[in-house]
């Protein structure tokens, strides 16, 4: 017998395919990363066209069909972050989060400690203030800890000098993920992490996608895109992702180019 599963889901991408049905690419909390099939559901009559959305929220009812796509049957739109989907600054942050998910998750392992994140962060996005940019990368650094991929920013692996408060610079090495200060000397590939980028670091890391407001991280925010952005690289190329992705990451972190 075909297994359905109830659950719900975070349309993360969708594309069009064949005459009225698309092909979604969906966060769900009970199976992670869902490829399906929604048929018919771009014809004005179907009752599933509003759960097709990137960047929505839904209860839905996914039936497995034993080695292609899961299909669709039915669901109901829980949340569709109506200023999100308006704002275009918020919108493009979301969708470069979306992005970044569909190429970290693998398929079908459930993780609902991060689909919940994700939901709080498009939440936060929707119905907060806090720059948009701050709550992306807030995103991206607790994703890739969750995920197990970030250098452990609590000071020098090799003496112990804490961070910023001990105002060292310490380099961050991608490839071990560990930081070493200055006076220990500088792994070969370093990235440099002043006192002020680690401590901005750390407060995304510890930002409450919850709470009321991020932090204020005035004149910060283009040293962390850097660095984020370069640890975030450097993980899609381990993982031989998408250059097409890492693209758009640049143009993303350098609108001008
Ligand atoms: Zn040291």
Redesign the pocket.
């Known amino acids: 017998m075909r297994k359905t599963t109830v659950t719900k889901a975070i349309m993360l991408h969708g594309r069009n395919y064949g005459e009225a049905d698309r092909i979604m690419v969906a966060f769900t909390k009970e199976r992670g990363r869902v490829d399906f099939m929604a048929r018919g559901v771009r014809k004005i009559k179907s009752k599933n066209r509003a759960l097709i959305q990137p960047l929505t929220y839904s209860d839905v009812e996914l039936i497995e069909t034993g080695g292609g796509l899961d299909l669709l049957t039915q669901g109901v739109l829980i949340e569709s972050f109506v200023r999100l989907h308006r704002d275009f600054d918020r919108y493009a942050y979301a969708s470069f989060l979306g992005e970044f998910l569909i190429q970290v998750l693998p398929e079908k392992e459930p993780d609902p400690e991060l689909c919940y994140l994700f939901l709080q962060t498009l939440n936060h996005l929707d119905k907060r203030e806090t720059p948009p940019e701050v709550v992306a990368w807030a995103f991206v650094l607790q994703a890739l800890d969750h995920l197990g991929y970030r250098p452990a920013f609590d000071?020098?692996?090799?003496?112990?000098?804490p961070g910023p408060d001990a105002g060292?610079v310490?380099w961050a090495s991608f490839e071990d993920g560990t930081l070493?200060?200055?006076?220990?000397?500088r792994p070969p590939g370093g990235y440099r992490l002043t006192p002020e980028l680690l401590a901005s670091c750390l407060a995304l890391e510890a930002m409450d996608m919850r709470g009321p407001a991020g932090p204020e991280l005035t004149g910060q925010m283009d040293g962390v895109e850097a660095f984020a952005g370069q640890l975030l690289e450097h993980v899609l190329e381990r993982r031989q992702k998408s250059a097409r992705f890492i693209r758009k990451l640049k143009e993303m972190r350098n609108p001008t180019c």
Do not use: A, H, M, W
């Open positions: 000071g020098c692996s090799r003496c112990g000098v060292v310490l070493v200060c200055d006076r220990c000397g």
